[in-house]
């Protein structure tokens, strides 16, 4: 085992944590880390959170509620749980903020067989959500599913443009990338004051969250290899014909 995760840290989806990533063990094929894997996330920084093993979770309580209780989030050695840890150190505040809606919410309406609106949205975001920061033309063709718009008529404003993942689910999935890999992109537009400073977006993003406007389910969809520089495939207009990931807008 080598003393280091390996990834492309470089890929546009994992470089936000190239800082943190490169600094966890290294996990075996099977993707499970060493069991010392929540010291070594705690190792990388200081958080308003510490990572404990799995096991700390008591029998019969809720994960979110537990973390709001005790500062401590547990960790289970896979894949999904160290990029949970990696955006717990890339986004603090708002990963927290989104911890206190959903202590919140179960405060609220306990802990039952669905979840409700606003706690499934709350997972969504912390699972699959990503950030856009771009020009309006972009927004536009976005929220209308143009792909044909979105990725060749204006793609030279992606140079104007940055998409970054929030959703620890969604970097799993970008480990071993395919075509139809989706993002649910939070359609609230990044500020372009805030620049290339993620750590601006956090804060910015931790004062936007409310329970509010998670309910009204604000995301839409974005294929994210179809993003230009993200996939080499897609400097092909042709990679965009694929109807089963790039379906036309509605009529």
């Not at 979105?150 to 969604?170: E, I, N, P």
């Not at 230009?228 to 790039?246: R, S």
Request: aromatic share 12%.
């Amino acid at each position: 085992m080598t003393s280091g995760w390996s990834l492309p840290w470089e890929a546009p989806w994992f470089a936000p944590l190239a800082g943190w990533g490169p600094g966890l063990p290294a996990p075996d094929a099977a993707g499970t880390f060493p069991d010392d894997l929540p010291d070594a996330l705690n190792r990388l920084g200081p958080l308003p959170v510490r990572f404990v093993p799995q096991s700390a979770l008591p029998d019969g309580t809720a994960y979110e509620q537990f973390i709001f209780d005790t500062g401590s989030v547990p960790t289970r050695t896979n894949l999904h749980d160290a990029f949970n840890g990696l955006c717990w150190h890339r986004f603090p505040q708002t990963k927290l903020g989104l911890n206190r809606l959903q202590a919140a919410e179960i405060a609220r309406a306990g802990v039952g067989a669905v979840r409700g609106p606003l706690r499934d949205a709350l997972t969504l975001f912390d699972e699959n959500a990503a950030l856009l920061q771009a020009p309006p033309e972009l927004w536009e063709a976005l929220l209308a599913r143009d792909w044909q718009r979105l990725f060749l008529d204006q793609r030279a404003l992606w140079a104007q443009s940055r998409l970054v993942v929030f959703g620890h689910a969604l970097l799993e999935k970008l480990v071993s990338p395919y075509k139809s890999i989706t993002a649910h992109v939070l359609r609230w537009p990044v500020p372009p004051e805030l620049g290339a400073d993620l750590s601006a977006w956090d804060a910015w993003l931790a004062q936007a969250v409310s329970a509010d406007r998670l309910q009204a389910k604000p995301f839409t969809p974005l294929p994210v290899l179809g993003v230009p520089g993200w996939w080499p495939a897609n400097a092909d207009p042709a990679f965009y014909a694929d109807t089963t990931v790039f379906r036309p807008p509605r009529a």
